[in-house]
């Protein structure tokens, strides 16, 4: 391979997101941590803790392709958990019943969030901050504001101990012989899925049209409010799927659960060389993104770096990752 | 002419309805108490509403008014301002922070209000009461009890709460004095923010570090939970688990569930205050601060409500 073939791979968007990956993975190689960072358990970990953030930015790449954002998704996490928690640990239900209302909640609120914005004309930003607040306040309501867990109060105020349900157990399970966790298969199948709609489906391609020009995508037949729509209910209802497995692997479901993470999916998104002003990006490229933020955070937590390095070197890191995405445009 | 006549007979009729009512109200002399929350978001001040409703529960006389401020502090100066003007008999504020929330409970006081500080002070001595607990004193509680369990020497983990907070600062110092002079060493110490999946992704990366671990040392609870899902997906037994705070619905049935060995009560101070707000509705005087002891739960007394620690 000669040089110049080297530096066209390079000016690609995928090439500077693969760099920055690997610039990471070689960060913790060095910094290893008396070898723990090339143990297989490191690995798997630190996939499991990516993906629900992952998830987020799944369905987060779908709404800034079309030239939005979504902020509620962070909140969906919560109210989602909550939801799932309610239904399998209080209510005993199937996992038959939990999975299909639990998505339908993320789905619906989702759905909302876009109808807001696209058909009442409510700038993303604000319509899906107004959501982040309802979402997070319903899930507080549905919640009583305390977590919900194994430990079920009776009416006379003692509380009675319930098992983790089946489905909390299967989800928060590994396969592979104890290599892959089962939330991090999850995260793929959403992988494959946000793939298979942005780059194989006429809506993707309506979505990066909306992203590109809303008015010329307009003009030219793309149905941009439907399109807009389904972008933010399939953010809501991938934020939903994260909060199921959230309240898997806490066994609980905590309406202060998500806070802040639609800001880590924003950031993946973004350090992947997808567009915040639209139209240009991908799914693959939000999951080197993944990979480099999840990388990055096991890197300082394994080399147990105090909490103040750690924001400090995380937003460098984060500033330096997107300036390099944007001289590879220019 | 006419309209006017009936319009003062019916103010007539409302003002004498009003004394009535007034008179009703003295014969059995009821009290309004304010209580300002700072932050109904955490679990522990929910508890802590609650524990002062169960106590209040107790006395008919006694009405109490919830405001919670949502972590905003001039939100819960406006709340204290409210009530002074609303002219409540007493009132109770547990602050979001001390410096700014000092001059409205002072105006408070100066306007003839009792006042009870809980949990977190306020600057000054322009307040009636002040009930808190110390988390220095939990911390070195759990660090000798922790000490006695490992007979003096082990590999602990320490997971932080949030080492920018003082309740985090305090219940690491604590614990630090709690176990000076013995071989217990802290091999791995993390700041997880006082959240269960961040405790998880820390006692994580503690695990693919060290074979062998003893004893987990979690500033609260919810971070020794995470911690012990953490080691048990990970298959590793042997690991004691040490937690504070001891919610009921929290810590406490963790310990009865056998997922915490230990978990220290930190009080809410809750049933104190309106113990206290009753002796000053009595005209007794009570004293100027009350430092709330801590318990101990464990395997063996959790059933039988844990031990008091001094």
Known sequence: ?330 | MRATFFSLLAGVALVAAGFGQSNVAAQTRSYTIGMSQCNLGEPWRVQMNADIRAAAAQHPELKVVFNDAQNDTLKQRAQVEEFVSAKVDLLIISPKEAQPLTEPVARAFEAGIPVIVLDRAVLGDKFTCFIGADNKKIGKAAGQWIAQKLGGKGKVVELKGLMTSIPGQDRHSGFRDGIAGTDIEVIFEADMKWLEPDARKEMESALSRFDHIDLVYAHNDPGAHGAYLAAKAAGRDGILFVGIDALPQEGIAYVRQGILDATFRYPTGGAEAIDTALKIFKGETVPKKIVLGTRLFDKSNVATGGQALP
């Open chain 1, 1 to 330: 391979m000669n040089f110049s073939r080297w530096k066209s791979a390079l000016a690609s968007p995928a090439g500077r997101a693969f760099l920055a990956l690997l610039l990471v993975l070689a960060a913790g190689a060095i910094f290893n941590a008396d070898g723990a960072f090339f143990k297989i358990g490191t690995h798997r970990d630190t996939l499991r803790q990516a993906s629900v953030y992952g998830m987020l930015a799944c369905g987060m790449t779908l709404v800034i392709v079309s030239g939005g954002i979504d902020l509620a998704v962070g909140s969906l996490v919560a109210l989602a958990a909550v939801c799932a928690a309610k239904m399998a640990i209080h209510w005993n239900w199937p996992w038959w019943q939990v999975v299909p209302a639990c998505l339908a909640v993320g789905a619906l609120c989702g759905t909302v969030s876009g109808w807001v914005t696209a058909s009442l004309r409510v700038q993303p930003f604000i319509a899906t901050l107004s959501m982040m607040v309802l979402a997070r306040g319903l899930a507080k309501y549905a919640s009583g504001g305390m977590k919900v867990s194994t430990a079920v109060q009776n009416a006379d105020g003692t509380y009675r101990y319930v098992e983790v349900p089946a489905l909390f157990r299967a989800i928060d399970h590994r396969v592979l012989a104890g290599n892959l966790s089962v939330v991090t298969v999850i995260f793929l199948v959403c992988v494959a899925l946000a793939w298979l709609a942005l780059s194989r489906h006429r809506w993707g391609r309506y979505l990066y049209a909306i992203g590109g020009n809303e008015e010329a995508a307009r003009l030219s037949g793309v149905p941009v409010v439907g399109a807009k729509i389904c972008a933010y209910a399939a953010s809501g209802l991938f934020a939903a799927v994260a909060g199921l497995c959230q309240a898997a692997q806490e066994q609980q479901g905590d309406p202060e659960a998500g806070s802040g993470y639609e800001l880590t999916a924003i950031a993946m998104v973004v350090i992947g060389g997808t567009s915040l002003m639209g139209g240009r990006g991908g799914i693959g490229l939000t999951l080197l993104g993944v990979l480099t933020i999840g990388y990055l955070d096991k890197i300082l937590s394994i080399n147990a770096v105090p909490e103040a390095g750690r924001l400090v070197l995380t937003g460098i890191i984060i500033v330096a990752a997107v300036l390099t995405q944007r001289r590879g445009r220019t």
